[in-house]
């Protein structure tokens, strides 16, 4: 898979000890950058545009205007937005509420999933 044209960004506050984060580490050839804030992950889009973004934690990080500014913000590239949620406490609400992301995910993901995850991604930016 080549990721050579972008990276992964991470947006979350508990990702720092997540397995999600330690997966991807150990399967993307391209870097994965962890945003601890909206504000931060739009500086780093700014420097260049991801391939992959994943959402953590609860809805409140999904904001309705963040996800229209990142969605806008990477738009000509066809980056995958995601968001990732916990099993016992899932916090998405319907897909028309948030129409900038691209899918759900519930943690915790198995090795297959990240890796297809990152398979469709880069094949998304490449068309």
Same mark, same amino acid.
């Given at each position: 898979?080549?990721? &050579?044209?972008?990276?992964?960004?991470?947006? #979350? *506050?508990?990702? #720092?000890?997540?397995?999600?984060?330690?997966?991807?580490?150990? /399967?993307?050839?391209?870097?994965?950058?962890?945003?601890?804030?909206?504000? /931060?992950?739009?500086? @780093?889009?700014? /420097?260049?545009?991801?391939?992959?973004? !994943?959402?953590? #934690?609860?809805?409140?990080?999904?904001?309705?205007?963040?996800?229209? @500014?990142?969605?806008?913000?990477?738009?000509?590239?066809?980056?995958?937005?995601?968001?990732?949620?916990?099993? *016992?406490?899932?916090?998405?609400?319907?897909?028309?509420? $948030?129409? #900038? !992301?691209?899918?759900?995910?519930?943690?915790?993901?198995?090795?297959?999933?990240? $890796?297809?995850?990152?398979? &469709?991604?880069?094949?998304?930016?490449?068309?």
């Amino acid at each position: 898979m080549d990721s &050579s044209n972008g990276y992964i960004l991470m947006l #979350g *506050h508990r990702l #720092g000890a997540d397995l999600t984060l330690q997966s991807l580490s150990t /399967q993307v050839e391209g870097p994965v950058f962890v945003a601890q804030s909206a504000e /931060q992950a739009v500086a @780093r889009i700014e /420097q260049g545009i991801p391939y992959l973004v !994943i959402l953590s #934690g609860t809805d409140k990080n999904w904001a309705p205007a963040f996800i229209h @500014r990142l969605r806008e913000t990477v738009k000509p590239l066809g980056t995958t937005i995601v968001a990732l949620t916990e099993s *016992h406490e899932p916090s998405w609400s319907p897909q028309e509420e $948030h129409p #900038g !992301i691209d899918g759900f995910l519930v943690k915790p993901l198995s090795q297959d999933v990240l $890796h297809l995850l990152v398979e &469709s991604a880069v094949a998304k930016t490449t068309l």
